[in-house]
């Protein structure tokens, strides 16, 4: 991964040293909470139902295992023994008091971490592809241009009180595991027709109350233009972006309320008055991309007889092989994607112990080089077909070896009513009676890849506008009820879900999946996905079985 | 005379302020002034004549483009945060430093906090009017508690990048 140059690591210092002031300032009372929250804001500091909440940023879902050690002792130290990974791939910590802060974020910033810009009305954490320098799907590796954006967008001081919250992804595959589409700004890394390297730029996705798959508003942008463009951007949206509604600020209104084409337009003529002054030196990009600490692959064969023999011999292994490995770039190599969706657990937890044990796995097999991914598991991107089923077994010892990614029970959830000051209804308990329905693993690979995403309020943190099955908390006079929508994706065939119909009470949630589902098994043709089925037939058998159900 | 704090050379220090704010249902009074847009546009030409400094306090919806060709002949243009996180007034400022190479004073007035010091700074602000009472050794500590920085901006500060060269 990349690695911080003493000029990184003495801004982190500065930012911890800063904060550490702030706080002492507010213990001493001579700040009111008032006065204090748009500073701790600044920090990833949320003030939530039970406690403070500290989010920690993962630049890119990038970690190496010192800095998993360093966030799992965090949690043992200051929370109740774990932590929660994030669908910006950022990690949080739930039960954390004030007058530690500066002290966890000392600690943070001693292995070049820190929780600037996770929370506030600024850049936050680019998310990019988690699979970004293994799969063979990339064109190229897009964490060299998240890097240049976490600099860039770091303290920036045009763009850090902006109308509202602003959220970049980035891919180098076609195949998307960003939900590009659905952010502020997506970038789609492509080659042009003479070959160079450039960004599809689209403007304008998001989710929450208003949710719209973005538009494209460049079809081609060189890759070292990429620094002035998203200043063009930016600057066109702090100046013209709402701010009399906090509803109604994220970029997606204004390019709505604009058109794409208009605001496209406005960006290109604040573009060429910027010029290629705005951009990084190629010399800079250059540096980036070298700072990335080489890997050393040996050079193996495809297929490893170490493997397939224990494939044969071990069925949980075969299993987790079919389900949680994903092709290398490299022969020999694999990408193992590990499942914190384990049946009956919260989704995107991790305890302290499992990751200290993901991190000895990264260290001893996989480069050392951790990631994770926006639907909150974790990825160890390079490692040794030969290897899995070490991997598999210390895995499986801690409760680590869940083989549903992508399956049903593979679900998105926010931490709802349980921890969030803004949820209507709790998440968790829906997501574990859903996996605890699908708990049959041999059922869920029969149906196949299923994104079911929870949100516990229409801020949508869980994505499920995007899920192929979504569900939504909401309060009806005082009592939870789930509202559930079908056909939403966040990948590269991305769409908004439609309403199914009126919303269930918690306990029919779970029931009214399972029949989805079996209208899904009744109606798919050939290799169907549940979204492809329910594309070509639409709503109907599935809302007729739900809600006759009902009845 | 009333004060500001005012950056000259790097350094923060309290200055007498020979300008009056005056609004746009207020009696002008003798001196330099600070009117808004409108009043400039209506007045400001006589006022100018009358040998006065003058300055422009421009609100967040006003676009800082309509004062291009009158920047020559104002003394300030004053950058208004009604709150504090109203981003705008970076924007602003850093365009009239950056765009149109305003060489006057550009001054933070409003919502104007000792948190915000580092940002106004960098965009090219150089001079405030604090909303919190807070000091000039405050700004100062502030504004340099960041030894890098990881953008161009219009304060000249060397980027990241080119510190690394």
């Known amino acids: 991964m990349y690695q911080y140059d003493t000029l990184d690591k003495e801004f982190l210092a500065d930012r911890a040293a800063e904060f550490r002031e702030q706080v002492g300032r507010r213990l001493a009372g001579e700040i009111t909470e008032d006065q204090f929250k748009p500073i701790r804001l600044m920090n990833g500091l949320y003030l939530q139902l039970h406690a403070y909440m500290l989010r920690v940023a993962i630049p890119y879902g990038s970690l190496n295992p010192a800095q998993l050690r360093v966030l799992a002792d965090i949690g043992r130290t200051y929370d109740k023994g774990y932590g929660h990974f994030t669908t910006r791939q950022n990690l949080q910590f739930h039960w954390i008091k004030l007058a530690d802060t500066p002290d966890i974020l000392d600690r943070l910033a001693a292995v070049d971490m820190h929780a600037i810009q996770t929370s506030g009305n600024c850049i936050r954490n680019t998310t990019a592809d988690p699979y970004s320098g293994a799969t063979v799907e990339e064109v190229d590796d897009p964490r060299v241009w998240s890097e240049a954006i976490r600099q860039w967008s770091s303290l920036h001081p045009e763009f850090s009180f902006l109308p509202r919250k602003f959220k970049i992804a980035i891919t180098g595959a076609a195949k998307d595991r960003t939900a590009a589409k659905v952010h502020d700004i997506g970038l789609m890394m492509r080659r042009g027709r003479d070959g160079t390297l450039g960004f599809e730029v689209i403007v304008g996705g998001g989710l929450g109350r208003t949710p719209f798959v973005g538009p494209t508003i460049k079809e081609f942008l060189p890759a070292n233009r990429l620094v002035s463009y998203l200043e063009a951007v930016l600057r066109v949206y702090n100046r013209h972006g709402r701010r009399d509604n906090k509803y109604k600020a994220r970029i997606k209104i204004l390019v709505s309320a604009l058109g794409a084409e208009e605001f496209g337009r406005q960006v290109e003529e604040e573009w060429a008055k910027i010029g290629p002054e705005g951009d990084l030196p190629d010399t800079e990009i250059a540096r980036i991309r070298g700072a990335f600490a080489p890997l050393a692959f040996d050079s193996l064969v495809n297929r490893s007889e170490a493997f397939e023999t224990a494939k044969a011999a071990d069925p949980a292994l075969a299993r987790f092989a079919r389900n949680n490995l994903r092709e290398h770039k490299r022969a020999g190599y694999t990408i193992i994607e590990i499942s914190l969706k384990a049946i009956g657990e919260t989704p995107g937890d991790a305890t302290s112990d499992q990751m200290d044990v993901i991190a000895d796995l990264a260290e001893r097999y996989g480069q050392g080089d951790i990631r994770v991914t926006h639907e909150q598991n974790i990825v160890l991107p390079h490692v040794k077909l030969d290897d899995v089923p070490a991997v598999h077994a210390a895995l499986a010892a801690v409760g680590l070896a869940t083989p549903n990614v992508n399956l049903i029970t593979d679900m998105i959830a926010c931490p709802g009513l349980d921890y969030c000051a803004l949820a209507n209804a709790r998440a968790i308990p829906i997501a574990q009676d859903i996996a605890r329905t699908f708990a049959d693993q041999d059922r869920a690979e029969l149906i196949g890849e299923l994104k079911i995403k929870i949100s516990g309020c229409i801020n949508a943190c869980g994505h499920h506008h995007v899920g192929h099955i979504g569900i939504l908390g909401v309060d009806k006079k005082g009592e939870e009820f789930y509202q559930l929508t079908l056909g939403g994706s966040g990948a590269e065939d991305a769409a908004v879900g439609s309403m199914l119909g009126p919303a269930l009470p918690a306990d029919r949630v779970a029931p009214a999946i399972d029949t989805l589902v079996e209208v899904y098994l009744r109606e798919r043709q050939g290799q169907e996905r549940f979204l492809d089925t329910f594309r070509r037939t639409g709503v109907v058998p599935f809302k007729e079985a739900v809600y006759a159900d009902a009845n | ?165």
């Open chain 2, 1 to 165: 005379m009333p004060t500001r704090i005012k950056l000259h050379d790097g350094e923060f220090s309290l200055a007498e302020d020979p300008f009056t704010h005056v609004t746009d249902d207020e009696d002008l009074v003798r001196g330099d002034l600070i009117i808004s847009l409108t009043r400039f546009q209506s007045e400001g030409e006589r006022l100018l004549a009358e040998g006065r400094s003058v300055g422009v306090r421009l609100e967040p919806a006003e676009e800082v483009e309509v004062l291009a060709y009158d920047l020559p002949r104002l003394a300030l243009v004053a950058v208004a945060f009604p709150k504090f996180n109203d981003g705008r007034a970076y924007t602003a400022a850093r365009l009239l430093r950056e765009r149109y190479g305003f060489k006057g004073e550009v001054r933070a007035v409003g919502d104007v906090l000792r948190e915000q010091a580092g940002f106004m700074v960098r965009v090219g602000f150089d001079a405030f009017e604090p909303a919190d009472g807070s000091t000039p050794e405050q700004w100062a500590h502030t504004a340099h508690r960041q030894r890098h920085v990881y953008q161009r901006a219009a304060d000249r500060r060397p980027p990241a990048f080119a510190e690394r060269e």
